[in-house]
């Protein structure tokens, strides 16, 4: 293999997997509750699409900035210091939210194979293992990341076309009794929540191997990593649709498992256990590194408590920051458990990510005008006029998916504006120290 192939590879792995969280059979079965199999297809498809099109925005704002931590640098450059601290607070926030509702998931997933095993236990013990393999400095190699994220895609899309070559009839003719046509007021909230299934493209931007990367490959993985998995997500809704009744499907968080004891008995079962241990490896090898990185970039900067910058001399790993990270992701994991928030969660992050990924396709806007002078490696072949039209719909997609359950907007409106709030409150004070230090 090219060694620019198996480049490439690596960063559609590192997108794609981050994407493929076992939360996010949780929001396919949320989708599930609005819309029929045919309407969440296409609001997959429509997901992936201003993905792709905000991947590439995101890849002129990394070309520009090849060398930097992500995202951070580029909401300061267009924004200026306490704006881009508030929406990196927003997306901290996110992340922590994430973290716990992904433990959750997964201590169903063990409990539907194993019922006597406390749901608690489950979480505690998968978060303090992830914390200390973290701050040992245990990192999977490459080619790991690789390997995991391709066989998890492969089992996800085998999947789906066992279901689709044993689809039963009686499903298969409900679905056709709606068209996306018949609930198009309900598809920006489902396209909103879709968004969410692709959520992790953007993390590939620090990892470029070198600036040349900036150029093609980096650029090219983000779109590539959406198609794939865009691909993989119809398949599998179109074999899951096709077997299961829409009851089914929402009958708990955890999908995937009903579906693969249906279409393979036993044995789907524990190869569903299997992807969704291939999805945690994948979702926190890079996750909890990703995130954790962020935390120590804004303890560095003095934007969060200092022992958050505490590194470890036996390791060099960011010690205090996986803490910080591990701590809050454990403590917004016991919240999911008690309260059963699950979805609540999913929805409040799906309205968070629109935020900020509205947020970097204005800055790319910004620094086109701002930064004339900094070389361009790539620059995003999207239309001004198309990106404006994107960002202006963004917030509707996350409008839409935090009231896509009337029985909760409420909840999830206060807990959106609570996030916003604390963030903001956040960003002033830390700037505001800067200012005084300075």
Not at 216 to 232: C, D, F, R
Not at 311 to 333: H, R, W
Request: proline fraction near 4%; charged fraction near 10%; charge should be positive.
């Amino acid at each position: 293999m090219k060694p620019s192939i198996s480049e490439l590879w690596y960063y559609i792995s590192v997108g794609a997997g981050l994407a493929l969280a076992t939360i996010s059979f949780t929001m396919l079965s949320g989708m599930f509750e609005l819309l029929n199999g045919w309407s969440v297809i296409f609001s997959i498809i429509l997901a992936g699409l201003f993905c792709t099109l905000i991947s590439l925005s995101v890849a002129e704002l990394a070309s520009m900035y090849p060398s930097s931590p992500g995202i951070r640098t580029y909401l300061k450059s267009a924004f200026g210091n306490q704006i881009s601290l508030w929406i990196m607070y927003l997306y901290l926030f996110f992340i922590i939210l994430i973290a716990g509702v992904e433990s959750y998931i997964f201590a169903l997933v063990v409990n539907y194979i194993a019922p006597n095993i406390p749901e608690t236990l489950i979480v505690l013990s998968l978060l303090i293992s992830i914390i200390l393999i973290n701050i040992y400095g245990i990192e999977l190699s490459k080619k790991f990341q690789m390997l995991t994220t391709g066989i998890l895609l492969s089992f996800i899309f085998i999947f789906g076309l066992i279901g689709i070559y044993n689809f039963d009839l009686s499903f298969f003719y409900s679905s056709l009794l709606e068209t996306p046509f018949d609930q198009l007021a309900l598809i920006p909230a489902g396209i909103g929540m879709a968004i969410f299934l692709f959520v992790g493209f953007e993390w590939v931007t620090p990892l470029g191997a070198s600036p040349h990367s900036y150029k093609k490959l980096i650029p090219l993985s983000m779109p590539l990593a959406i198609g794939i998995n865009t691909i993989v997500y119809c398949v599998f809704v179109f074999g899951l649709f096709s077997n299961l009744s829409i009851t089914d499907i929402t009958h708990n968080s955890i999908p995937q498992m009903n579906y693969a004891n249906t279409i393979l008995g036993n044995l789907g079962l524990y190869l569903a256990f299997s992807m969704s241990i291939l999805a945690i490896l994948s979702t926190f090898n890079s996750g909890v590194l990703g995130g954790s990185r962020l935390v120590y970039i804004l303890a560095r900067e003095g934007n969060l408590p200092k022992y958050c910058a505490k590194i470890s001399i036996k390791t060099g790993t960011p010690v205090g920051s996986i803490l910080f990270l591990g701590g809050l992701g454990t403590a917004s994991a016991c919240i999911v458990l008690t309260f059963q928030l699950e979805i609540l969660s999913a929805v409040i992050g799906s309205a968070i990510i629109c935020l900020v990924y509205m947020s970097l396709m204005i800055a790319n806007i910004i620094l086109r005008k701002k930064q004339t002078k900094i070389k361009r490696s790539f620059s995003s072949p999207v239309p001004t006029f198309l990106q404006w039209t994107t960002i202006s719909i963004l917030p509707v997609f996350g409008i839409g998916a935090l009231f896509a359950y009337p029985q909760m907007k409420q909840q999830a409106t206060i807990s959106l504006l609570v996030f916003i709030l604390l963030s903001y409150i956040l960003a002033k004070k830390y700037n505001t120290t800067q200012q005084h230090n300075s």
